[in-house]
């Protein structure tokens, strides 16, 4: 079955930039979507099609994929962007979607 | 104000069956994927179904194969999913997800005996 994989934690010093990337083969051909995800709550979508961000996230959040990852980068973290962080996309057929497995991010 | 609230959830046995219900309002349902989306406790996220606008297309993860039914009453504004066979696995809790940009949040299941 199709993974993405994800680093399970990353972190960084308040304002300091955060990058959190994403590993799928399929990536090259299908789009990357990122979630938050603070605890207790459901997940927020903060990113979607590579690099597209939903009214509302601030302008710190970006994305990116180059071959077969994706990144979210996150410039000049704070801490209440403490988090789990998500990457979710498609196989190559484009029917079964998936979740990579998470990554942790500390702003301290 | 867009919302999707799910209901359902609860305490169940092995090998028994639970029916998940999401309401939708403020947008319209009908134009829409729907999935379903599960984390079971102290895990990560996991894709479980979804399911097109009109209902023609159904696509599940493979761990639930032949267990799970995804459906939807667009004339209802309501997902569905029904769950049969239950393992301990499936405990988690489950969201609702219209087009993976608004969630509900969330029921929980608990498969135990």
């Known amino acids: 079955s199709y993974e993405l994989t994800q680093p399970p934690s990353v972190s960084v010093s308040p304002g300091q930039t955060a990058r959190i990337t994403c590993s799928g083969d399929?990536?090259?051909?299908?789009?990357a979507y990122w979630y938050q995800q603070k605890s207790g709550q459901a997940p927020v979508l903060v990113i979607y099609?590579?690099?597209k961000r939903p009214s509302g996230i601030p302008e710190r959040f970006s994305g990116s994929t180059s071959g077969t990852m994706a990144t979210l980068t996150i410039s000049g973290a704070q801490v209440e962007d403490e988090a789990d962080y998500y990457c979710?996309?498609?196989?190559?057929?484009?029917?079964?979607?998936?979740f990579g497995g998470g990554t942790k991010l500390t702003v301290l | 104000e867009v919302q999707l609230v799910e209901s359902g959830g609860g305490l169940v046995q092995p090998g028994g069956s639970l029916r998940l219900s999401c309401a939708a309002s403020?947008?319209?349902?009908?134009?829409?994927?729907m999935s379903w989306v599960r984390q079971a406790p102290g895990k990560g996220l996991e894709w479980v179904a979804n399911i097109k606008q009109d209902g023609s297309e159904k696509y599940y993860v493979d761990s639930v194969k032949g267990r799970f039914t995804i459906s939807r009453d667009n004339a209802k504004n309501s997902l569905y999913l029904q769950m049969n066979s239950l393992r301990a696995e499936d405990t988690a809790v489950y969201y609702c997800a219209s087009n993976m940009d608004v969630w509900g949040k969330g029921t929980t299941v608990t498969v135990s005996s």
């Open positions: 099609e590579d690099s």
């Open positions: 979710y996309s498609t196989d190559s057929s484009g029917n079964h979607r998936v």
């Open positions: 403020g947008f319209s349902f009908s134009s829409y994927w």
């Open positions: 399929a990536l090259p051909k299908k789009y």
